[in-house]
């Protein structure tokens, strides 16, 4: 049990070893490929405007003559314990972990990763609690009702669920439930959870509705095959054979087995998410992490960017991480292996 | 309709377990699937009845339907079944729920799929003791290690908290018949319980069955397609074909005078070691019906030998479950009784047993259960 754990850990840094280096050299290493110089990658903090021995200048001072192997030490280890700026008029100090500054605004990136991690965790975990529950709770009862009005209905709805991306059904909720019927907060609202649990979840309910039905549906499809396969398990006949209530027999015994595949599947979606639900947040004027992508990917913003996608990186293998242990735990099978 | 009954059963008592023309069937799509027809038999206590069929005959489904094991949406269940004066088919759900488990319990044939992998041997039958015992858990750990001593499992206090994977294939049949003992059950119904075992493990777990029924004095169906097993443990034997009943009596009357076409074909194609390795098997040609398309008439009259010898009646006319002799000895066929007799006598048993071949071995197999029936007796 233990080496397991241990293994899956080591597995875990690796990718994201990985993930690092991939990160850097499509910035670093493919733009040269393409013909760019040290000098237009200091030009992109300086401006299109600085001449060519400010260019130089700079640089010199940010490294980029140094080959490839030592810049991304120096990328890497700033991360990790920090890193000092000489801009020539002092030296600035960037504490770990220093993911840089962004090039317009000068702001270091780990700050600006923190203060929108909230908007994203909050939408996230909101999300996938009505997402989970409702789309395992559909999906069971549409298993048990196989071929009823119900089962039909949900999976209809389902799919229609699935196939109407977040831009819509966002919209189509804002206008009805905030403009017309004035029920829940407009768009572009956030109120932090420490300073106002209540107008928290008011602004947040129609983006998590939003997030949620879009897994929902993917959920209940899910648990309804799953629980379909495991309720003609001969496991189940034994259950039953026991005299066991018709309840206990499917939540202990089916449901049980069901849900092993979706916790997997449960932990990287809210691994994803974390890193920034992009859509959703666009949609409804969320200032989170995929607002954030989105914004320094139009502005190139070349720092931020690869900040974001380790942050986000980081999300999705501990999330992975967590799925595996978790699988241990629920599956007695997976121990011995 | 005549009432079926077994041969050792005192008419004028109530039989401890009684079915009477019991009818499963499932309407789909493609037609009605007729998977229990108008089956008919009584047990008591203390005594074993073994059905044989092939796959497909019906078997299963009907010990499921003695458990009330069906959805009532998908299944059509007709006839009665009387379990000790209580009649079950007419009774509700829940009651037989109460009943399922306490009074009869079912051993099942694959006991990796038909254990929980996600809990410990221990818990599952601790669940099934205390879904109707209000034991604390404490009692009813006890009762399982208790249990799984007496089905001879080593170290039972330590094996409780394995997971059924840790367990080899033997031990989990012990413990699947720990817990279906769990409850002291009256009827047990045990479905095909050594299939999937080891041929040296198969004799142990017969053996413990054997032990346990004269322990308990509970009544035991086997159900099973291996006529050994069927010798080895049976008073009774009824044998199934597309869903309904063909022979049934005494067990040493269903394997000294078979009558049934059907009955010579699994005694043929039963390897026999007492024969030279030259001897062919003899193989019942053709595949056992649909049970949605069962043939017109006998079913069997597709894949029988004989059926030439029924005067055109094969395929016009279902055959009646008709007493033969005066043992109780009931078979469903349209040859009279001493054209079959004759038969069997003239042309099937000297093939069956080599010419030149003693009769010994086939009035071995049978004289083990009745020994056995004399001792419970």
Same mark, same amino acid.
């Given at each position: ?337 | ?64 339907? @003695?458990?009330? @094991? ?96 840790? $367990? ?8 699947? @018949? ?76 269903? $394997? ?49 030998? $004989? ?71």
């Amino acid at each position: 049990m233990v080496t397991f754990f241990i293994r899956r850990t080591i597995g875990a840094v690796l990718m994201l070893f990985v993930v690092s280096i991939s990160t850097f050299l499509i910035f670093f290493g493919l733009p040269r490929l393409a013909g760019a110089t040290p000098e237009t990658f200091a030009a992109r903090y300086l401006g299109r405007t600085a001449d060519a021995h400010a260019q130089q200048l700079f640089a010199e001072k940010l490294g980029f003559y140094d080959p490839l192997w030592l810049q991304y030490w120096n990328w890497i280890k700033a991360i990790f314990v920090g890193t000092d700026y000489d801009y020539g008029t002092g030296i600035e100090h960037c504490a770990a972990p220093c993911f840089g500054y962004s090039f317009r605004t000068n702001h270091p990136v780990w700050d600006d990763l923190v203060d929108r991690l909230p908007v994203t965790f909050s939408l996230t975990v909101g999300a996938s609690i009505l997402w989970l529950v409702g789309g395992v709770a559909v999906g069971v009862l549409s298993a048990l009702r196989k071929g009823s009005f119900f089962d039909r209905a949900a999976m209809t709805g389902a799919l229609a669920g699935v196939s109407l991306p977040p831009y819509f059904t966002g919209l189509m909720f804002l206008y009805f439930f905030s403009y017309q019927f004035d029920l829940t907060a407009p768009g572009g609202t956030y109120v932090n959870f420490t300073d106002d649990p209540g107008e928290w979840a008011f602004s947040l309910i129609l983006p998590w509705i939003t997030l949620a039905m879009l897994n929902a549906a993917a959920y209940a499809r899910f648990t309804r095959a799953g629980m379909l396969d495991t309720m003609g398990e001969d496991f189940i006949r034994t259950a039953r054979a026991k005299g066991l209530h018709e309840r206990v027999v499917v939540t202990k015994h089916g449901l049980r087995a069901a849900l092993t595949p979706i916790i997997t599947i449960f932990g990287l979606d809210v691994g994803l998410l974390l890193g920034g639900a992009i859509l959703t947040e666009s949609t409804f004027g969320l200032k989170g992490l995929g607002y954030f992508a989105i914004d320094a990917i139009n502005k190139q913003d070349f720092p931020q960017i690869m900040g974001v996608t380790m942050f986000a990186a980081f999300f999705v293998v501990v999330a992975n991480l967590i799925v595996d242990m978790l699988y241990a735990v629920v599956d007695p099978r997976v121990r011995l292996s | 309709m005549n009432t079926v009954i077994s041969p050792r059963q005192d008419p004028t008592a109530r039989p401890f377990l009684e079915l009477r023309d019991l009818k499963i069937h499932f309407p789909t799509d493609d037609g009605v699937v007729k998977s229990v027809d108008g089956l008919s038999f009584s047990l008591e206590r203390g005594k074993t009845l073994g059905i044989v069929g092939e796959s497909g005959s019906g078997k299963s489904v009907s010990s499921l339907g @003695i458990l009330g @094991i069906y959805h009532r949406r998908n299944a059509n269940v007709s006839g009665e079944i009387w379990l000790d004066g209580q009649e079950l088919v007419s009774s509700s759900p829940e009651t037989v729920r109460g009943l399922r488990g306490k009074r009869m319990a079912m051993i099942f044939q694959d006991p990796l799929s038909a254990m929980h992998p996600y809990y410990t041997v221990g818990a599952q039958i601790i669940e099934a003791y205390r879904v109707h015992h209000k034991v604390s858990k404490k009692v009813a750990r006890k009762h399982a290690i208790d249990l799984l001593a007496r089905v001879g499992i080593p170290q039972p206090d330590k094996r409780v908290d394995d997971y059924p994977h840790q $367990f080899s294939g033997g031990m989990r049949q012990r413990a699947m @018949i720990a817990m279906a003992l769990s409850c002291d059950p009256e009827l047990l119904i045990a479905d095909e319980p050594t299939t999937a075992l080891d041929v040296t493990v198969q004799a142990q777990i017969l053996d413990l069955m054997r032990d346990l029924q004269q322990e308990f004095n509970s009544a035991l169906i086997i159900i099973t397609h291996d006529l050994g097993v069927t010798a080895e443990l049976a008073d009774d034997v009824l044998v199934m074909y597309g869903g309904k009943c063909i022979e049934y009596g005494a067990a040493t009357e269903i $394997f000294e005078n078979p009558e049934h076409p059907y009955t010579w074909g699994l005694l043929g194609s039963m390897p026999r070691l007492d024969q030279p390795v030259t001897e062919r098997l003899l193989p019942i040609k053709g595949t056992p019906p649909s049970l949605i398309n069962i043939p017109s008439g006998c079913a069997f009259h597709p894949r029988c030998a $004989f059926e030439g010898r029924t005067a055109g009646a094969s395929d016009t006319l279902v055959p009646e479950l008709q007493l033969t002799g005066t043992s109780g000895h009931r078979v469903r066929c349209h040859m009279p009784a001493q054209v079959r007799q004759q038969i069997w006598r003239d042309e099937i048993k000297p093939t069956l047993e080599g010419t030149g071949q003693s009769v010994a071995s086939m009035s071995e197999l049978p004289s083990a259960s009745d020994e056995q029936s004399e001792e419970v007796a």
